[in-house]
C-alpha cells in the first residue's frame, strides 16, 4: 500500500505541481474468504498508516463493491485457485475421473479440459465482476504462478512436487490410516494457466487492456532448497485443505512422510530446470459507451 500511495502522489505532482497530494485519502478494502481471520489481520496494520482499511468478506469470483468505486485493484497470488474442483473428475462414472492424481497432470485428456474450463469460466467471472467495480481508467494488477507456454505442468519441478504429495497420501491408504475413497476422491482445485492463455482469457473480455505482461524474476527461484523447506512453503497452503477432507488427525503424518520423501526425490526436483513462473499482469479499465 505504502508503495501505491507513493505512486499515486508522484503521478499528481508531475501533472499538476501546485496540488497538493497528502490532501488525498484513501480507502483500501482488504478482501479475503469468510474464514480468513481478519481480526489478527487489523492487528498486524501498522499504526502509521496513511489509509483508512476495512475487511470485505467473501469470493472474487462474484461482486462484491458497488459499481466503479474501486480505481486500484491488486490480486497477489489468489487466481489459480479454481472456485471449485471440477465435479466430473471426483465422477467414478465419467471418464474424466481423475483416479490417478490429485491435481491436473493432463494425462487424462477430460481431467485436462474440465480444469481448464473450470478456471476459464472462474477467471471471466472475476473479471466480469471487476468490470462492474472498477472506474473507467482503473487499474487491476495481478500476480499469479502460471506455466511456461509449450511446458506441460507435469514437466515442472511443481507437478513433481505434487505428485509426490499425493503418493504419500496413497502411501497411507495402503496402510490403511485413510480410506482410499478420501484418496480417490481428493483433488487439489489449483489451475496453472500458461500466458497465453490468461490473455486470450483477459482478451475476450474486452472491457480491460493488458498494459503489461511479463514474468518476474522471483529471487527464491534461484535458492537451493532442502526437504524442510519445500514441506515448511507447502503446508501453509495445503494445511487447511487436508483438514478439510481428511480431518485433522493425520496431517502431521502426512507432511513428515513427505518431508522423507521429497528428501527421496530431491535430485529429480533439482534436475527440473523448468517450473511454474511467478506473472506480472497490469490491466487498465477501458472506458467504454455503457459507462
Not at 462414472?93 to 469460466?121: L, Q
Request: some cysteine; charged content about 20%; overall charge negative.
Amino acid at each position: 500500500m505504502q508503495n501505491i500511495i507513493e505512486a499515486v502522489e508522484l503521478k499528481l505532482i508531475q501533472l499538476a505541481e501546485h496540488q497538493d497530494p497528502s490532501a488525498l485519502e484513501f480507502q483500501v478494502f482488504f478482501s479475503d474468504q469468510y474464514d480468513n481471520d481478519f481480526n489478527t489481520l487489523f492487528k498486524t496494520l501498522p499504526h502509521s498508516r496513511r489509509y483508512f482499511a476495512a475487511g470485505v468478506p467473501g469470493s472474487f469470483y462474484g461482486r462484491l463493491f458497488p459499481k466503479s468505486c474501486l480505481h486500484f485493484v491488486h490480486s497477489c497470488y489468489a487466481l489459480h485457485w479454481l472456485s471449485k474442483v471440477p465435479e466430473e473428475i471426483v465422477d467414478r462414472n465419467s471418464p474424466s475421473w481423475n483416479s490417478d492424481s490429485i491435481h491436473c497432470t493432463g494425462s487424462v485428456k477430460g481431467v485436462a479440459e474440465a480444469y481448464s474450463a473450470r478456471f476459464m469460466n472462474d477467471v471471466e467471472a472475476f473479471l466480469n465482476a471487476r468490470t462492474q467495480e472498477v472506474v473507467p481508467g482503473g487499474l487491476i494488477v495481478i500476480l499469479i504462478l502460471a506455466v511456461p507456454d509449450g511446458i506441460p505442468f507435469p514437466k515442472t519441478a511443481a507437478g513433481v512436487l505434487y505428485d509426490v504429495f499425493g503418493s504419500c497420501l496413497i502411501d497411507m491408504a495402503k496402510m490403511g490410516l485413510i480410506s482410499e475413497e478420501k484418496v480417490y476422491s481428493f483433488n487439489l482445485p489449483i489451475y496453472h494457466a500458461t500466458p497465453k492463455e490468461l490473455e486470450t482469457l483477459i482478451q475476450r473480455n474486452k472491457y480491460f487492456s493488458i498494459e503489461r505482461m511479463e514474468e518476474l524474476n522471483h529471487p527464491m527461484r534461484n535458492t537451493p532448497f532442502t526437504a524442510e523447506d519445500y514441506t515448511s512453503n507447502l503446508r501453509p497452503v495445503f494445511e487447511e485443505i487436508i483438514k478439510d477432507h481428511f480431518g485433522n488427525e493425520y496431517v502431521n503424518q502426512i507432511f513428515h512422510n513427505y518431508t522423507i520423501k521429497i528428501a527421496e526425490n530431491l535430485s529429480i526436483i533439482e534436475e527440473k530446470t523448468n517450473d511454474i513462473i511467478d506473472l506480472f499482469i497490469l490491466l487498465k479499465r477501458i472506458i467504454s459507451i455503457t459507462d
